[in-house]
T-cell receptor, first 115, second 111 residues
Framework: DAGVIQSPRHEVTEMGQEVTLRCKPI?????LFWYRQTMMRGLELLIY????????DSGMPEDRFSAKMPNASFSTLKIQPSEPRDSAVYFC?????????????FGPGTRLTVL | QKEVEQDPGPLSVPEGAIVSLNCTYS??????FMWYRQYSRKGPELLMY????GNKEDGRFTAQVDKSSKYISLFIRDSQPSDSATYLC???????????FGKGTTLSVSS
C-alpha cells in the first residue's frame, strides 16, 4: 500500500520565484497536514485540512504561503514569491481522524532551497 | 516556553548501550504522547505512543510518562547501529487538530 507521496523531492529555486509543492495522502485518510522542518525551529505545523476543508492555518507564516486541497487525494502548498528564509524541508502527513490514536503518516518530504 | 522541549543532542553511544531520550512539556492537559523516529532524509514515523502516566514496552523500546513532573522518556535497550536516527517526542494539541513536536534528539550508535 503506497504511503504519502510528495513531489518534488528536491527543489532549488531563486528568490522571487513561485514554488509549488504537491502531496497525495494515503487513500481513505480524511485529514492532511503540512509541516515545515528547520534546524532552528524543528517541525512546525503550517496548515491542517479535515475532509478537504482548511481547519487551522495559524501556522502559515504569511500571505506568501497558500495551501489548497481540491479533493481527498491531492493537496498543494504554494509559496509566492519565495525567499531564502523559506529554505526548509516541507512534509505532508495524513491520518484517519477518529480512529485509535489518530496516527499521522508522513511523506518523505520536499527539500526546498531558495537562493 | 515552548510547549514541548527536547535536548537536540547529538547523543553518541556504543552498540549495546542503554539509551535514554527525554522531553518535558508545559501543559498538564496533554493526555497522550508519542515518539517518532526520523532517519536521515526521511519523514518521521511513529515508533510508540503512551497514554497518561506509566510505562509502555515494545521490544527493546520503553516509553515512560511522569505527569507529576511533566517528563517523557524513551529508553532503548541493547542499542543497535540501525537505531541511529533523530527521535522526536510529540503530543496532540488541546484542540486535537495537530501534533506538537519537540525539536528532536539525534542519536548515533556506533558498532
Amino acid at each position: 500500500d503506497a504511503g504519502v507521496i510528495q513531489s518534488p523531492r528536491h527543489e532549488v529555486t531563486e528568490m522571487g520565484q513561485e514554488v509549488t509543492l504537491r502531496c497525495k495522502p494515503i487513500s481513505g485518510h480524511n485529514s492532511l497536514f503540512w509541516y515545515r522542518q528547520t534546524m532552528m525551529r524543528g517541525l512546525e505545523l503550517l496548515i491542517y485540512f479535515n475532509n478537504n476543508v482548511p481547519i487551522d492555518d495559524s501556522g502559515m507564516p504569511e500571505d506568501r504561503f497558500s495551501a489548497k486541497m481540491p479533493n481527498a487525494s491531492f493537496s498543494t502548498l504554494k509559496i509566492q514569491p519565495s525567499e531564502p528564509r523559506d529554505s526548509a524541508v516541507y512534509f505532508c502527513a495524513s491520518r484517519l481522524a477518529g480512529v485509535g490514536t489518530d496516527t499521522q503518516y508522513f511523506g518523505p518530504g520536499t527539500r526546498l532551497t531558495v537562493l | 516556553q515552548k510547549e514541548v522541549e527536547q535536548d537536540p543532542g547529538p547523543l553518541s553511544v556504543p552498540e549495546g548501550a542503554i539509551v535514554s531520550l527525554n522531553c518535558t512539556y508545559s501543559n498538564s492537559a496533554f493526555q497522550y504522547f508519542m515518539w517518532y523516529r526520523q532517519y536521515s532524509r526521511k519523514g518521521p514515523e511513529l515508533l510508540m505512543y503512551t497514554y497518561s502516566s506509566g510505562n509502555k514496552e515494545d521490544g527493546r523500546f520503553t516509553a515512560q510518562v511522569d505527569k507529576s513532573s511533566k517528563y517523557i522518556s524513551l529508553f532503548i535497550r541493547d542499542s543497535q547501529p540501525s537505531d541511529s536516527a533523530t527521535y522526536l517526542c510529540a503530543t496532540p494539541n488541546q484542540a486535537g487538530t495537530a501534533l506538537i513536536f519537540g525539536k528532536g534528539t539525534t542519536l548515533s550508535v556506533s558498532s
